[in-house]
T-cell receptor, first 111, second 116 residues
Framework: DQQVKQNSPSLSVQEGRISILNCDYTNSMFDYFLWYKKYPAEGPTFLISISSIKDKNEDGRFTVFLNKSAKHLSLHIVPSQPGDSAVYFCAASGTDYKLSFGAGTTVTVRA | DTAVSQTPKYLVTQMGNDKSIKCEQNLGHDTMYWYKQDSKKFLKIMFSYNNKELIINETVPNRFSPKSPDKAHLNLHINSLELGDSAVYFC???????????????FGEGSRLTVL
């Protein structure tokens, strides 16, 4: 039973525009949320995180928004750049310290 | 200098064989993990070790046995390989237990196992 869901398997965006990736979760015990980025033939790399006590965290071009009541988070990338083309994984954890991952969203940034 | 390194990167073997994947991290982290990425691309935790002690053991067949000789190494041994074991296996480490600040995982490049 997948507790973290990324319902959009792919996203195509023009360079310079905003990319918005969505993630939903079902476990109300999750209190920490992360986004990972993965290039082909490489391992995922940590991008940005947010604690459940916040509703927004920003790091440069990347902003994560958390809506606890809706059990929903999103990642905004603005402006999108060609190097952002990758697979993005949403992940969440609670007090059991296990990270649960979504299936990923493949982002393609068009020139 | 690679932070989390796994060997081999690719492994092709026959059903019934026994194989091992090795993992080493030079980040000084206390916690190491094995994750499996299946054909549906989900990353699922298999095992976690903290200071050489097993702390997470998901519902993984006992054909899979992790071994941590020291904090910097976590190896995965698989006995009697089956077709369904074909997947990409990722090793990871973190300073603290996953979740919460400091628990961000650093992943290796993955080991693609193909069982014929």
């Amino acid at each position: 039973d997948q507790q973290v869901k990324q319902n959009s398997p792919s996203l195509s965006v023009q360079e310079g525009r905003i990319s918005i990736l969505n993630c939903d979760y079902t476990n109300s015990m999750f209190d920490y949320f992360l986004w990972y980025k993965k290039y082909p033939a490489e391992g995922p790399t940590f991008l940005i995180s947010i604690s459940s006590i916040k509703d927004k965290n920003e790091d440069g071009r990347f902003t994560v928004f958390l809506n606890k009541s809706a059990k929903h988070l999103s990642l905004h990338i603005v402006p999108s750049q060609p190097g952002d083309s990758a697979v993005y994984f949403c992940a969440a954890s609670g007090t059991d310290y296990k990270l649960s991952f979504g299936a990923g969203t493949t982002v393609t940034v068009r020139a | 200098d690679t932070a989390v390194s796994q060997t081999p990167k690719y492994l092709v073997t026959q059903m019934g064989n026994d194989k091992s994947i090795k993992c080493e991290q030079n980040l000084g982290h206390d916690t190491m993990y094995w994750y499996k990425q299946d054909s549906k691309k989900f990353l699922k935790i298999m095992f976690s070790y903290n200071n050489k002690e097993l702390i997470i053991n998901e519902t993984v067949p006992n054909r899979f046995s992790p071994k941590s000789p020291d904090k910097a190494h976590l190896n995965l041994h698989i006995n009697s390989l089956e077709l369904g074991d074909s997947a990409v296996y990722f090793c990871a480490s973190s300073q603290l237990l996953a979740g919460g600040g400091g628990g961000e995982l650093f992943f290796g490049e993955g080991s693609r196992l193909t069982v014929l």
